[in-house]
């Protein structure tokens, strides 16, 4: 089970975390993501870490602004968001698969709730 949390109001330009918390399962095997969905458009790839922390992917929209972390011993992964624009604005679900990886987020087996993020101009 993951669940999602962290999400609200922030100004352009801002910082946000959002943390994943774990639970149910063998956390530490499993590689995590972070995927967004904004209103009307279809679910967007963010990051995602693997089970060691040895393989890290962004999207390009957020190379160099989103930092993905993750800690096994407390089951949690975090997605620290600066410099945030508006076109951030989505629900941010996290995802878990057994494989490596992935920049597609059909792969991802187990989703959480999500948590919404808006961002203002």
């Known amino acids: 089970q993951l669940q999602a949390s962290g999400g609200g109001l922030v100004q352009a330009g801002g910082s946000l975390r959002l943390s994943c918390a774990a639970s149910?399962?063998?956390?530490?095997?499993?590689?995590i993501a972070w995927i967004r969905q904004a209103p009307g458009k279809e679910r967007e790839f963010v990051a995602a870490?693997?089970?060691?922390?040895?393989?890290?992917l962004y999207a390009d929209s957020v190379k160099g602004r989103f930092t993905i972390s993750r800690d096994n011993a407390k089951n949690t992964v975090d997605l620290q968001m600066n410099i945030v624009k508006p076109e951030d604005t989505a629900v941010y679900y996290c995802a878990a698969r057994t494989g490596p990886s992935s920049y597609n987020h059909n792969l991802y087996n187990y989703w959480g709730q999500g948590t919404l993020v808006t961002v203002s101009s």
């Open positions: 149910g399962r063998t956390f530490r095997s499993y590689s």
């Open positions: 870490i693997s089970w060691s922390g040895g393989m890290i």
